[in-house]
């Protein structure tokens, strides 16, 4: 209703885009267009009254095939077909699956080693064979697993084809397994119902509500992440919380500060113990011991949380003056101004070139990211994102969420245009597999281009200013991993600098406000916004002409100096340069004031002043690494949380810095990064910078009812340093002007050949082909891989809540 009320205000607004003044049909393009003082005549002259058409980017054909994109459908088919007949694997279809049978969780291709991949990439080899990576879910047994395997090579061959565990990427040896602790999951609910279900008096008596595993259930009962694995115990802690009432997704604000503890080690759950309730920061050992406290005059009786109107997104409070009206908007009217090839997910924009690639554990990736077909990145892409939490409760004291073990990939839903991304972004589908199905999330990545609020550059004197827009192009997913949305972009611009960005909104994890003060803001009734830091680490694999390169730290430090000009030494400062050595020194901190410059180079690309030619690495706003040192929660599995910056030399062993199942075994996890770093020499070798994006968190009533992306963000640029002898690339933009204007009289506006408009931007179409785009918003495409079934694709959308 009221995004037709816009768009009906969208076409009122449609506007007249050629407001300047030229001699010539404006839609040419001519190289260089002088605009003398005495074209100053009737702009109306040179109006076309021709609406603007909205062009799809033209596809250009990539180079090279994508090696990094998913499998094909039929691949995948063809190896979930092959692993359901191979006897010694056991496996049981997901429909049917119960907690003692083995299943198939994931069908994806295994990313190529680099070593090949630039040998077809770069030197026209053959494309790397082409493997899948499995996971199986070993259950038929005392001992459950989590399996890695690879399936190939493809395409699969009766007879030929074989499967092996697949270690080689891990840095535990331990044939590509990890113990399972989620194996009895259906049975500890259970477990756990009946434990709940036995209080509902005093749960009724509290706040009117009961959790026994039914569908009418109004309270949820839900804990730590990951299990506490110490002591040869298994322990879940976990609380109450109200469900939300309506289809807001407030839950995460509504907890009740009743804790139950259980250990759940083993496979019988009749060995399964319960351990005790915790309330008010009273601990009682057995249920006997807290129902009896419950029912003693003077038992204090904290209130609870409950949904309200501050709890939902929907618009309140009084209107915003004049916000009726339409904002701003930006349009293409140009048409895209890039290229996608989207069977290879290739894209070109200006001089630059990249490929997308895409999985479960990590969502997207850039891959042999290129300016004017010169690699300056291998890889660029998000590992693993942790949000670690603090408290006086057990549950948020427990909570260290890795989200890879949830995945990227399977909650990178569907992008709102006209609000994710603008009305005109170009989209790409992205798909994963799940429970012999491949589930295609329509329009989850977006790219366009944007015109910075600012411009690139500027310059005024008495008689002339110049002047360059900031025009860059934005790739851009986001993941709603649970109560959670990350929006992760990837920003181009023409200067040759890269932008790698997150921001965090959606609904914060709260605690209960009780003893806490130490840990969190009071923001509602009972609520504390839990504390909490967000660390992401991010892969970014330079190759500055060539894979041969070497990280320098130039400093500012302050000295004091004497020169043959001065009788007197002077306080001053100068430079200190020294590159990373090896990896004993290659762990680091940005540096204090900003003092460090941190530079990957190539020592043998030598620019003709002499200078290394190189891609420098600056924090543009806030980043992050963890306050917590040596988590009690998560021991081995963060080890690439404790920096700023991590280098490494590249090897076809260490392509991750985490694993999904890392929080199934925290002391001994299958990718302990800090295994990575054993003294090898980073001198004019292959570079890989591990480097970290995030926010310590304290939520504060501005997280009411979401925590917003405007302060909610963190990034990091890569520049290039030297890179460019010619100086600044952005100089090759028509994007620019000249105004010479001495003596107080415009003389000249110099524009450059760069197009305008020529037609008018209808906006009101446009605003009503966006509202019907949101009607159209659908959820994800699922195609049935076993049995197979390619042409009944049918609509589902899964979430964590
Ligand atoms: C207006 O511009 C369009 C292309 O933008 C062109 O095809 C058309 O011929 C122009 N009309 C006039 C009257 O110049
Ligand atoms: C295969 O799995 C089933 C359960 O799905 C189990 O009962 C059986 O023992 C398993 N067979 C072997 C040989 O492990
Ligand atoms: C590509 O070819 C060059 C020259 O033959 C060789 O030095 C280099 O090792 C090759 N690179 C790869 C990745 O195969
Ligand atoms: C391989 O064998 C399976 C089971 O007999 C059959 O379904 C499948 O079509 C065969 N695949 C190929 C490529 O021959
Ligand atoms: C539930 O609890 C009762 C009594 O404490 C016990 O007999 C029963 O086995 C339990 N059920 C489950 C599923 O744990
Ligand atoms: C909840 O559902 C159960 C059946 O599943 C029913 O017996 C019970 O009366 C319901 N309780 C409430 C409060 O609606
Ligand atoms: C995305 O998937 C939908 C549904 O399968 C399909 O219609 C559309 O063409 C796909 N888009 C691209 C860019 O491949
Ligand atoms: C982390 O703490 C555990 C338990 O106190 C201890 O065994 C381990 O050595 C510590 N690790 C480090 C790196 O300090
Ligand atoms: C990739 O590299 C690893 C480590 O060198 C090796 O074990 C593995 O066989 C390679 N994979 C392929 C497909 O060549
Ligand atoms: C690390 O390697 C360097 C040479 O690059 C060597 O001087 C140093 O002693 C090594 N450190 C250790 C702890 O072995
Ligand atoms: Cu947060």
Redesign the pocket.
Known sequence: MKLFESAVLLSLLSCVCNASPKPKAPWVNAARTRLMKSSHINTKRYLNTTTCVQTDPVTAQAPKSNIWVGLTDDEAASVTNWLFHQPDLNLTVSDKAGEWDNRVLLVELNQPNK?DA??YI??G?TPPARYAHVVLDIRATLEPTYSDILVGPLPIQNGTTTWQPLEYPYTRKTGGSVRNLDADYDSMDAFIMNITSSIEDITMNLWGGFAKGQDNDTLDVWGIDPLWQDDGKLINWLTFWNKATDEFDAETLLPLGLFLKVDVNGRDPSKWSFEGWLYNDIFYPTTAAFREAFYTPGFVQLPPNVEGDWARTDRRGDPLPLDDASPPVMTAPGGSRYTIDQEAKYVSWMDWTFYAGFSRDRGLALFDIRYRGQRILYELGLQEALAHYAGNDPVQSGVGYLDSYYGFGPYAFQLVPGYDCPAYASYMNTSFYTEETTHTHINSICLFEYDAEYPMQRHSTGSYVSNTKNVFFTVRSVSTVGNYDYMFSYYFYMDGSIKVEVRASGYIQSAFYAHNQDYGYHIHDSLSGSMHDHVLNFKADFDIYGTANTMQLTANVPVTESYVWSEKPRNTMKLQRRFVENEDESQLFWDANGATQYTILNTAAVNKFGEYKGYRILPSSPTIHLTVLNSSNLRNTINWATHDLSLTQHHDTEPRSAHPYNNQDIHSPPIDFSKFFNNESLIQEDLVLWFNLGMHHVPSTQDLPNTVFTTAQSSVHFMPLNYFEEGDVSRRTRGMVRVDYGGGDVSEVETFGQGVPGCQVDLGAEGRELEAELWGYTGDVVIRKFPFDPNDPYFDSDSIV
């Open positions: 070593s630039l040998a770069d030197n080899s």
